[in-house]
């Protein structure tokens, strides 16, 4: 049944975000605009947590991962679909298709547990601050994490052969700008019950099960808050979570809205809007969320911009230095030769 799908099925053919030849020309700037602010803001991210010594706590070791899978799956989306803008036909290979679709699943299913693996992070520095650097040590960041990668590859993969070892119709042409699991399934000839019920376990799983580890955190934290006597004190706390409850309620807000709206209410384009911005827009925002509300980011980043232009300024003095000192010398040269 694989290698029949090889032979009648090579390429797949996108629709986009919208065939208004109008809008393509703006839609593409828009994108690469917020693709390239996504880039550079998570590379700034993943480096800064790598260089500054003061950053190395098993809370920016989650951001720094963070950073990481938001630069992932929006790389795995967004160069193509810029792509699809300016040539004729949008059209993906099988292999390509298949490979975008398993990390996608792979890194938003990472971000899901990454996010509550940070929520607990927060629950034991606030909670439980004489024990923060024995349970959350670097070791325990990095276990956390091969956990979550582990378990994100093994969905991805499970859900990425399930659909593509079954037969497709012939009919290649998906309603979406990327490879996802839905637009997929409608294109299978054979039954899809199974590979449904798969996909709608292990999304409801891997959904609630994080959330519910966010929401019992943060349930502690403000317990814990609100037991804190000086306002002063109760800010304080509560400041050093305030980047990841934003993220939080604008990457689970985003997801609860996608999976949880009536069937009624339910189409492929309001699925394409909910797609541009959970894999696009809010890897694009999560940077921009930590460095201008994380008082320990904006302070790295003016530290290594001061080093920077220390660094620069000192070799561009040394080099007027180096160039003065030795036009100086090949004048008096010159002078003495005249003489």
């Not at 799983?205 to 943060?218: A, G, H, P, Q, R």
């Not at 980043?301 to 000192?314: A, D, E, V, Y």
């Amino acid at each position: 049944m694989y290698k029949h799908n090889l032979t009648v099925l090579n390429e797949f053919i996108l629709l986009g975000i919208t065939e208004r030849l109008e809008l393509q020309a703006p839609l593409f700037w828009l994108f690469l605009i917020i693709y390239m602010i996504s880039v550079v803001g998570n590379l700034s991210m993943i480096i800064l947590t790598k260089i500054d010594s003061k950053l190395h706590t098993p809370m920016y070791c989650f951001l720094r991962y963070l950073a990481i899978t938001d630069l992932g799956y929006s790389t795995a989306v967004g160069p193509k679909m810029l792509i699809n803008f300016v040539v004729d036909e949008n059209t993906i290979s099988y292999y390509f298709c298949a490979t975008q679709l398993a990390f996608c699943v792979m890194f938003i299913n990472g971000e899901l547990f990454i996010l509550s693996a940070m929520s607990y992070d927060r629950y034991v520095a606030i909670c439980n601050p004489l024990l923060y650097t024995v349970i959350m040590s670097q070791r325990m960041c990095w276990v956390l994490v091969a956990i979550i990668y582990l378990y994100s590859t093994f969905v991805s993969l499970l859900v990425t052969m399930k659909i593509f070892n079954s037969s497709f119709c012939g009919y290649n042409v998906i309603r979406h700008f990327y490879c996802d699991s839905l637009p997929l399934l409608s294109l299978l000839c054979s039954k899809t019950h199974e590979i449904k019920l798969i996909i709608l376990v292990l999304a409801a799983f891997d959904l609630i099960s994080s959330l519910l580890t966010v929401l019992f955190s943060y349930v502690l934290i403000i317990v814990a808050i609100l037991k804190i006597n000086s306002a002063e004190g109760r800010h304080k706390a509560f400041s050093t979570c305030g980047s990841h409850l934003t993220v939080v309620v604008v990457f689970y807000g985003t997801l609860i809205f996608m999976y949880v709206q009536p069937k009624s209410s339910h189409s492929f384009d309001t699925d394409k809007m909910v797609s541009i911005f959970y894999t696009l827009v809010i890897p694009m925002l999560n940077p921009l969320i930590y460095s201008l509300r994380s008082k320990d980011v904006k302070y790295a980043l003016h530290r290594t911009l001061g080093q920077l232009c220390n660094k620069f300024s000192q070799s561009s003095l040394y080099h007027m230095i180096h160039v003065n000192y030795f036009t100086g010398f090949k004048l008096f040269s010159v002078c003495l030769q005249r003489g």
